[in-house]
């Protein structure tokens, strides 16, 4: 039995960059930043910031480029996948990115950040412990077909 699963939650470093393939597939590459924080044998306290590449495919790359924005926090789940290519001076490089099959928007709408004053978004039906119920599930089928008949729209998205 294999198991290649990656979750992270934490706040976009930059706007996602929504493209298309040559065969007209959407795709959206974007950073989440997670903060580690610990005690050290001296009892300092030290962070650490990880940098995680994201790439979001179809449908899930349009909503991504639609709502999410640098500083916007966010609950992401799908695989790791590493790819390897040359460089235009021939050495092989290598890059390690989560292919995204689920997507949490931890925001309210329409609140993304560019400063350093992110706070998180609470609305009454959120306890005040932040922990979330009734959040809205974005799902991602990897192996779905391209189904121009699955036309997401806005007024359809419920949050």
Same mark, same amino acid.
């Given at each position: ?39 050290? @044998?001296?009892? @300092? @306290? @030290? ?17 991504? &480029? ?8 966010? !609950? ?17 490089? !290598? ?14 709408? *329409?609140? *993304?950040?560019? &400063? ?44």
């Amino acid at each position: 039995m294999n198991l290649n699963k990656a979750m992270i939650i934490g706040n976009l470093t930059r706007d996602p960059e929504v493209r298309q393939t040559g065969a007209g597939q959407a795709v959206a590459s974007f950073a989440v930043a997670t903060n580690l924080v610990w005690t050290d @044998q001296s009892g @300092q @306290q @030290q962070k650490k910031v990880e940098y995680h590449n994201i790439v979001a495919w179809r449908k899930l790359a349009d909503i991504c &480029g639609r709502y999410l924005k640098k500083g916007s926090k966010v !609950y992401i789940e799908g695989r790791l996948q590493t790819r390897n290519w040359a460089g235009t001076d021939g050495v092989k490089r !290598y890059t390690t990115e989560i292919v995204v099959e689920n997507m949490i928007m931890l925001d309210s709408r *329409g609140t *993304g950040s560019t &400063g350093n004053n992110f706070q998180p978004a609470t609305t009454p039906s959120q306890p005040a412990n932040n922990q979330v119920d009734n959040v809205p599930t974005i799902n991602y089928d990897d192996n779905a077909g391209n189904d121009s008949n699955d036309e997401i729209q806005v007024e359809n998205i419920p949050f």
